[in-house]
């Protein structure tokens, strides 16, 4: 089932039930499409003569709906807020077994819908971030307010809502003036107007003029916006990923080092400065140290809309990426009371020392349970825990028809 689903681009319910609790979450590349998806590209959307909006998506709708993004298997979406701002979601339909409940010997599971990930677009600017997350998990009748990014009660600005006994089954909900444009095709991604690096040998000051996002010690995070006057002065402002909040930013580009900016963000209650170093190639990001309250540390400020990897020049081999263990998967499931690895049945204690013994010898670095639908959830579970023990972090969920 795995190979049919990653040929389709589908998503079928029997897949993902349970993948909330099973599959780790991993950071997405700081450049990935759904990052760059931000000014005319995404708020044309609504705009196209294409782009309809539908105040209700079914999860068989959601279901059917193919990948459009690099990367991303979740179906995409994009929501107009009622306050006008833009929402992009991606978004995945699951069950979720009730707890345990004394005398039950069965646990019957719910629909919910996972919003994997989303961020809300300012309507103003069109770049700046309202609100981010991810793995939030809606059940019947919960609303989400896009604007702020929580769950709401009912009529507290409400943007989603996602209902089970909607007409036609479980569907994602838009509220009020809110619409929903589910995405099927890939959207062409554009480049961030505001700055753009020159083309010559010598870098210039206003080479950083523009818009990045700017990391520090993995703690400070956000998008960074940079003026620069005639005589090398440093303007703009940073709104943090964090609190939403705008923050000054002064400083100055070096009198004899185009490259070489200095500036600092003043919070309410302190002043952080940083010292960095802009790459003379494709000058699209700099980095060097920041300080504050006297601890010097790292950071990485990378202009909206490009990635950190360069074109390869033409006639040169292309920049190597970091090596990358290649992925192989172990396929294990359930024979009645035994487990089974790749075919074989194994009991509990061969199975862990097969397990353990290809994750020591770096022949596998992923596992995929294969189980029937009528598979027990603590039978899985116990299968998982068992994978996990062996060091195979990434795990996943496929289907066996029943015999």
């Known amino acids: 089932m795995s190979q049919s689903t990653r040929s389709t681009g589908l998503r079928p319910l029997a897949w993902i039930v349970l993948t909330t609790a099973l599959i780790p979450t991993s950071t997405p590349a ?3 499409e759904f990052s760059r998806l931000v000014g005319p590209s995404l708020f044309e959307i609504p705009r196209r003569p294409d782009g309809k909006g539908v105040p209700a998506l079914s999860i068989r709708g959601i279901e059917a709906m193919p990948e459009v993004l690099s990367g991303e298997r979740s179906a995409f979406l994009v929501v107009e807020t009622d306050e006008g701002n833009l929402a992009k979601l991606l978004v995945s339909p699951a ?22 990930r989303f961020e809300t677009i300012d309507r103003g600017d069109r770049v700046a971030r309202k609100a981010r997350g ?12 896009l604007d702020s990014g929580q769950v709401v009660p009912p009529g507290f600005g409400g943007d989603i809502r996602f209902e089970t006994k909607a007409n036609g089954g479980p569907a994602l909900v838009a509220l009020g003036a809110s619409r929903l444009y589910p995405i099927d095709r890939p959207i062409k991604m554009a480049g961030v107007e505001t700055g753009r690096p020159s083309t010559g040998l010598k870098v210039l000051p206003t080479d950083f003029n523009g818009r990045y996002t700017l990391v520090a010690n993995g703690q400070l995070a956000g998008a960074l916006e940079l003026a620069i006057a005639e005589d090398g002065t440093v303007s703009g402002q940073f709104r943090s990923d964090r609190n939403g909040g705008r923050y000054p930013v002064t400083g100055k580009i070096a009198a004899d080092r185009a490259r070489r900016i200095e500036f600092e963000i003043r919070f309410p209650r302190s002043r952080q400065s940083f010292d960095g170093l802009l790459w003379t190639e494709e000058r699209n990001v700099f980095a060097g140290t920041t300080r504050l309250l006297e601890h010097e540390y790292s950071f990485l400020a990378v202009r909206e809309g490009f990635p950190i990897y360069p074109e390869p020049i033409e006639g040169t081999a292309p920049p190597r990426a970091p090596s990358v263990a290649k992925t192989t998967t172990l396929v294990v499931g359930i024979a009645g009371d035994r487990y089974t690895l790749d075919g074989a049945e194994k009991s509990a204690d061969e199975m862990t020392r097969a397990l353990s013994a290809a994750m020591a010898s770096r022949s596998a670095s992923e596992a995929l349970i294969r189980v029937p639908p009528s598979t027990p959830f603590e039978k899985v579970q116990d299968l998982v825990r068992l994978v996990r023990r062996s060091g195979i972090e990434t795990i996943r969920l496929g289907e066996v028809k029943e015999p």
């Not at 069950?95 to 994997?116: C, K």
């Not at 793995?135 to 989400?144: K, M, P, S, Y």
């Open 30 to 32: 700081q450049a990935d």
């Open 95 to 116: 069950l979720r077994p009730r707890p345990v409940v004394e005398g039950q010997s069965e646990r019957p599971a719910v629909p919910i819908l996972s919003l994997d």
């Open 134 to 145: 991810r793995d939030v998990v809606l059940f019947d009748g919960f609303d989400f307010d």
